[in-house]
């Protein structure tokens, strides 16, 4: 678990939890910062404060101090979960060449 400041622009994270005063988590909530939403780094200003984050839709501008406070999971281990299953899921399915072309794949994605 990190928080919103760890991702870089590009990454996106499942949000799980405001840990900000009950003013500004019920602001942020009615904006869609809710548990399990999917929020993305967009920008970040040339300075560096604020950042600009995709979330249900919208694009908000949060001052570090306040995306510091808000607790996401990282999606990269999820999706590498994903393609393990579906590479085994191939490799059941193929013969003896295709099968090892595939442990190759995996080692090299690591």
């Known amino acids: 678990m990190s928080v919103l400041t760890d991702l870089r622009v590009g990454e996106t994270a499942t949000l799980i939890a405001l840990d900000l005063p009950e003013s ?33 839709g919208m694009e908000i501008a949060l001052r570090h101090e306040t995306a510091e406070s808000i607790r996401v ?7 590498q979960r994903d393609l393990d299953m579906e590479l085994r899921k191939i490799a059941e399915n193929s013969g ?12 090299a994605t690591r």
Request: no cysteine; net charge negative; hydrophobic share 40%.
């Open 73 to 79: 999971r990282s999606n990269d281990g999820a999706s």
């Open 24 to 56: 500004v988590q019920n602001y942020l909530m009615h904006m869609g910062f809710v548990p399990d939403a999917q929020v993305t780094a967009l920008r970040k200003a040339p300075a560096g404060d604020p950042t600009v984050y995709a979330i249900d």
């Open 96 to 107: 003896p060449e295709v099968q090892a072309e595939i442990h190759e794949f995996a080692g």
